[in-house]
């Protein structure tokens, strides 16, 4: 697979994180140099292999029951928003800065993912 963080973080200066987990394994995880993590790598590790992947699942569910599915889910943590999303047999995690148009990013995001997986 080809590396997203680079194509990612180019979309927008305020994207500050990105992980791609393909078949529960975390095959890529960057930080963008300007803005440094704000927790324990390990924390970011357990977030990409057991709550993000359950998250994805559940809203799946619910959104293939009448809602045409899930394009990305958005979670506002106290310093940070995330958007997750559905691609090929896993997910991409992007973290963003709170002062963002953090939809307007998640919309440029999923757009470059198009056509590359689902």
């Keep these: 697979m080809e590396l997203l963080a680079s194509e990612l973080f180019a979309l927008d200066p305020r994207i500050r994180y990105v992980a791609v987990n393909q078949r529960g394994a975390i095959v890529e995880m960057e930080q963008r140099s300007a803005w440094p993590s704000r927790n324990p790598p390990e ?7 057991l709550l993000n992947p ?12 009448d809602l045409d ?26 973290g963003i800065e709170p002062e963002s148009d953090v939809d307007g990013i998640a919309r440029r995001v999923r757009e470059s993912l198009a056509g590359r997986g689902k």
């Design 43 to 49: 924390t970011d590790r357990m977030e990409e292999l």
């Design 54 to 65: 359950i998250l994805l699942e559940a809203t799946k569910r619910r959104g293939d029951l």
């Design 69 to 94: 599915g899930v394009r990305y889910v958005i979670i506002r943590y106290g310093s940070q928003y995330q958007a997750i999303f559905p691609f090929e047999a896993g997910h991409i995690s992007v």
